[in-house]
């Protein structure tokens, strides 16, 4: 009922979107004379704040075809290379890279956004990496038949990708993927499989909600898990080929962030409205391009939020030692080799400083030249790999423990067509 009910809201508002677009449009017509009159240019700037709020999107492209590296333009050749129903991997790959250059599988996070969220941390490691990339599905998109999706069925991809990339891989895991690739990198030490990161990058991820809880540990925490089962569980309705599955739907989600941070949202809208009535494009164009990522969402399954809500956030079964996969426990002590590095935010509100710390202190049998801890001063949860700081200071960061931490010597590197 909750998800027939927005679809209906969603139609209703997606109309009145676009008559309020051609509205706009028709008042700030350079040769409609009406629109020099009056309050015509601050109606035309408010019918295009309410056109481009409530404006229909689907998935957002990527559009990474250039790299800008040491003053030249070169050409980055994206693909599919491995397809599975809730991910594509995808590679990204600039000419004139060299054929040594470090191979960085980038996990992107399954929480509401699509993986293009990271088109900035993308767009910055294509100019000294060979870039794969995680691109989650939308899983009202997935039809019922492919089966169901949980953190076993993640860590388990992570595992499949790194396989197929081959030995001596660099994993960055942004934000909540941390958890899933930290795990997969464990089962892979235990395993001594040969094909377990060279070294794995957590940024800004809840490896142990315990150490500085923010608002988004209280709101799992404050409620059982039966609450969240029965309150934010949803049915993909018939419209979509994944029609029947239990989800979490994005556009819950999507209202958690704004909630949390509604002032900002309010203020950023209201100078978007001056941008358009004092004719800054430039200024407008950035908010467009800001909201048309950040509103863009998607569906998780049902079965994956909850056990990431009762493993993350409520039990902390990762830090505890009872964290399982597959019916079998983890051991972190099984890290012997994977050099790890924990990147958090100064300013971060959604993983608060100390949570991704605690996997270097975890990984027990890891030594200590294989571990780096970085704070990034005044950079809030974004900002870690998002915007100028990401790339002028974060970035660099990683690009270094990569190159010191290239893996096994002598091991003959995968080429992936």
Request: with cysteine; proline share 6%; charged share 20%.
């Amino acid at each position: 009922m909750l998800y027939h009910t927005y679809e209906i809201q969603r139609a209703m508002l997606s109309g009145a979107s676009t008559w309020a677009s051609v509205w706009a449009e028709f008042l700030s017509n350079p040769t409609n004379p009406l629109g020099y009159a009056g309050a015509a240019p601050v109606m035309a700037s408010a019918l295009e704040v309410f056109a481009h709020a409530y404006a229909p999107r689907g998935k957002p492209e990527w559009h990474l075809g250039h790299a800008y590296v040491d003053g030249q333009d070169w050409p980055v050749n994206e693909s599919v290379v491995l397809h599975k129903p809730f991910c594509d991997l995808k590679h990204f790959r600039r000419e004139g890279l060299p054929e040594d250059a470090p191979r960085l599988l980038v996990v992107a996070p399954m929480s509401g956004h699509y993986a293009t969220l990271l088109r900035g941390t993308v767009a910055r490691m294509i100019e000294n990496q060979d870039v794969y990339v995680t691109d989650w599905a939308d899983a009202k998109m997935v039809p019922m038949h492919k089966g169901r999706f949980d953190l076993d069925d993640y860590i388990d991809y992570l595992i499949e990708f790194l396989t197929f990339l081959g030995p001596n891989t660099h994993v960055m895991a942004v934000c909540q993927p941390s958890v899933p690739a930290y795990a997969a990198t464990a089962v892979m030490g235990a395993e001594d499989h040969p094909c377990r990161p060279a070294s794995l990058t957590m940024m800004g991820g809840p490896i142990d909600t315990r150490a500085s809880p923010t608002s988004v540990n209280d709101v799992a925490t404050d409620r059982p898990l039966s609450w969240f089962r029965n309150h934010v569980i949803a049915t993909v309705p018939v419209a979509y080929p994944g029609a029947g599955r239990q989800v979490y739907p994005g556009f819950l989600q999507l209202s958690g962030f704004i909630a949390m941070n509604l002032g900002s949202h309010l203020m950023s809208h209201y100078q978007y409205f001056n941008h358009l009535i004092e004719g800054d494009g430039d200024g407008a164009s950035a908010h467009k391009t800001f909201y048309d990522e950040y509103l863009s969402v998607c569906d998780l399954t049902a079965e994956f939020y909850l056990q990431t809500v009762e493993h993350v956030f409520k039990e902390h079964s990762l830090p505890r030692g009872k964290f399982v996969h597959r019916g079998k426990a983890i051991d972190l002590g099984a890290i012997r080799d994977t050099a790890l590095l924990a990147i958090e935010g100064e300013r971060d509100d959604i993983s608060g400083i100390g949570q991704t710390k605690a996997a270097l202190d975890l990984a027990h049998n890891l030594p200590e030249a294989k571990k780096l801890y970085h704070l990034a001063p005044d950079v809030g949860h974004y900002g870690i790999f998002n915007g100028s700081k990401w790339r002028a200071r974060i970035a660099p960061v990683v690009e270094e423990w990569m190159r010191a931490n290239p893996g096994a010597k002598g091991t003959k590197l995968h080429a992936v067509a």
